[in-house]
């Protein structure tokens, strides 16, 4: 049996005033927290609160929040993807629907220092759904997928405004991209497959899954990869073979009491990109639901539930009808709304896991309400 999931609540960061998109913690120890939101702005914040001296020892509650280290702006659309390079220098977001929407920043004077353009030659020609670093170090490319369904490869160190390499195949829109060491790229499209491309061979492998792909997380060793797909399903593949290793939900277990809409065990996914992440060592996988507002965790082995959180919020929280539907827009049919104003089910759509390959006890969730959630054993730092 793994460990169980980490269930205190360690910080609530409050800062957006529209919903979360992505989320990315830094590199080398995980200190600090990058959020992008719907608000059109990312903001960094300490992933837990530095400890007040000769403060009595209490739990966190929900009204405990890190205050507000830098706020970067330049995007005028919605936030869609974040990633942080491995020396914490810089790092990269997307957003929905700008004339430059992919940015480099730098992390400590929050200055863009680049704008990829989609005039340039061979740029996207559609909205960017995803990036992330890769190639030599792990920061010298820049990897973006896009509606186009195309994913593209940029140079950071180059002064050359076209991409360095089109990486094509997909049917249709292209919703997450990762990397495997200096040299593979890991694509899930809307078409349902999972495209591995070796960007120094050319050769590109294809896996076939049964419906659209939300999500992809790979493993520390590369051997398997958790894919988020349109059917109410994660599946566990074997890299090597494409293999079906595992499935989630895959048993009744603790944290699947309640059967969710089109799912089950409470878990649904037919219609939004939700992000899970590995946890626990990689004997976890966690994520959020349409059926409701928690996370789930599954036993990576058994496929069965081995726990749940749901984050804490005032269910007596309105928002105006233009908010809801800006949410929705954005996010799909992420909120379930009662006859009247109020609204009842807050998806999260974004789950991380502090530290490589799922080590330590650290996570956070965020979602359409604005707000992210981190979680650990208590007495983390």
């Known amino acids: 049996m793994p460990r169980p999931l980490p269930t205190t609540l360690l910080n609530t960061i409050a800062s957006h005033t529209g919903p979360i998109n992505a989320l990315t913690f830094s590199s080398q120890g995980g200190t600090y927290i990058l959020t992008g939101s719907s608000d059109r702005s990312i903001h960094l914040s300490r992933t837990i609160p530095p400890s007040t001296p000769n403060a009595p020892s209490a739990p966190p509650s929900s009204s405990s929040s890190s205050p ?6 330049s995007h005028g659309y919605p936030l869609l993807s974040l990633t942080c390079s491995p020396t914490n220098t810089t790092f990269a977001s997307s957003s929905s629907g700008d004339r430059e929407p992919l940015h480099l920043w730098d992390v400590t004077s929050a200055t863009v220092l680049r704008r990829f353009s989609p005039s340039a030659a061979h740029a996207h020609t559609a ?30 160190r180059s002064r050359s405004a076209a991409p360095v390499m089109v990486l094509s195949g997909a049917r249709d829109a292209v919703s997450v991209v990762r990397t495997t060491g200096d040299s593979e790229v890991l694509a899930g499209s809307v078409d349902g497959r999972l495209r591995s491309y070796d960007v120094r061979t050319g050769r590109c492998t294809v896996d ?12 520390k060793d590369a051997r398997a990869v958790a894919v988020s797909t349109l059917d109410d399903r994660v599946r566990l593949l074997e890299r090597g073979t494409g293999a079906l290793l595992q499935s989630f939900p895959g048993g009744k277990g603790e944290g699947d009491e309640r059967a969710g809409p089109g799912g089950e065990g409470g878990y649904a996914n037919s219609s939004l990109r939700l992000h899970a992440s590995f946890g626990v060592n990689e004997s976890i996988l966690l994520s959020g639901s349409e059926a409701d507002g928690r996370v789930r965790a599954w036993d990576v082995l058994t496929g069965r539930g081995c726990g749940s959180v749901e984050p804490p919020r005032d269910q007596e929280r309105t928002r105006t009808s ?15 709304d009662s006859k009247g104003e109020k609204e009842k089910v807050p998806v999260v759509s974004v789950v ?10 650290v996570w956070a969730c965020g979602g359409v309400e604005g707000r992210v959630w981190v979680y650990g054993r208590g007495g983390e730092e």
Do not use: H, M
């Not at 049964?210 to 493993?219: K, L, Q």
């Open 68 to 73: 507000l280290i830098q706020r970067y702006l």
């Open 208 to 219: 076939r899954l049964p419906a659209s792909i939300g999500g992809v997380c790979v493993t």
């Open 127 to 156: 909205r960017i759904n995803t990036v992330t670093f890769g190639g030599d170090g792990g920061d010298a490319v820049l990897i973006s997928g896009s509606n186009d369904a195309s994913v593209r490869v940029w140079d950071v």
């Open 352 to 361: 991380e896991w502090r530290g490589e390959g799922g080590r330590g006890n």
């Open 322 to 336: 233009s908010e809801r539907d800006q949410a929705k827009r954005l996010a799909g049919k992420s909120w379930s």
